[in-house]
């Protein structure tokens, strides 16, 4: 059974771009969350999808958004980058909520120059 | 509202010793407990959690984690280091409710020393 695959694996913007990470969670799943990963903030949640629902946010600008499909996969779109959002963003998927077995990806790593 | 601190950002052992790594936690209602691990260039990857019943959780790769309500503390702990152990460990909790989601600690880097 293939696991949670986010792509790309690595991306490198600048100031004032935007950009869409994507999410695929595993085969029968339907819930899926992003989190946020920094050195200094360790994880942030940023919102969480179940059946095309956005079910939960997290405190994050307008700036971050996100979307889920009829198939469960999710993206998440970041307008205006700031040096600040450089991080690892991080998907999980679960069967459904309330269900904290969450399964992850490797992440997206984007670096905003 | 929920938090988790995690005591030390960096914990050190020599192979074959005690791993103890701490986490306590702030819930208003009964909680559920999780650690997670995350290795080097990967997601994180559950290890172990805690819901209701038993408050001695057995997890993978040989960590355990009790719960105690009195010290509002659930410490992972693995009786003998193992090089493959180091990585970084999450603590997270969740209201039982379900309904909102996990908050993390901000992690502890285990470092194994041969």
């Known amino acids: 059974k293939a696991g949670v695959t986010q792509t790309p694996r690595y991306l490198i913007k600048t100031r004032g771009q935007q950009v869409t990470l994507s999410c695929s969670p595993i085969?029968?799943?339907?819930?899926v969350s992003w989190y946020q990963q920094t050195p200094g903030q360790g994880l942030q949640f940023l919102f969480e999808?179940?059946?095309?629902?956005?079910?939960n946010k997290g405190n994050f600008p307008g700036r971050f958004s996100g979307r889920q499909f009829s198939n469960s996969r999710s993206e998440m779109n970041v307008s205006t980058l700031e040096l600040g959002d450089s991080a690892l963003y991080l998907c999980a998927s679960s069967y459904s909520p309330p269900d904290e077995k969450l399964f992850f990806g490797s992440g997206t790593q984007l670096s905003v120059l | 509202a929920q938090s988790v601190t995690q005591l030390g950002s960096h914990v050190s052992v020599s192979e074959g010793a005690l791993v103890l790594l701490r986490c306590n936690y702030s819930?208003?209602?009964?909680?559920?407990l999780f650690w997670y691990v995350q290795y080097p260039n990967q997601g994180l990857q559950l290890l172990l959690k805690y819901t209701t019943g038993a408050t001695l959780v057995k997890g993978i790769n040989g960590f355990e984690a009790e719960f105690k309500k009195s010290e509002t503390s659930f410490h992972l702990t693995k009786p003998s280091a193992h090089m493959s152990d180091a990585a970084e460990y999450f603590c997270?909790?969740?209201?039982?409710?379900?309904?909102?989601?996990?908050?993390f600690g901000k992690g502890t880097r285990l470092s194994v020393i041969a």
């Open positions: 997270a909790v969740s209201p039982n409710s379900g309904n909102t989601p996990l908050v």
């Open positions: 819930s208003s209602v009964p909680p559920y």
């Open positions: 085969s029968g799943h339907r819930s």
């Open positions: 999808y179940f059946s095309e629902t956005q079910r």
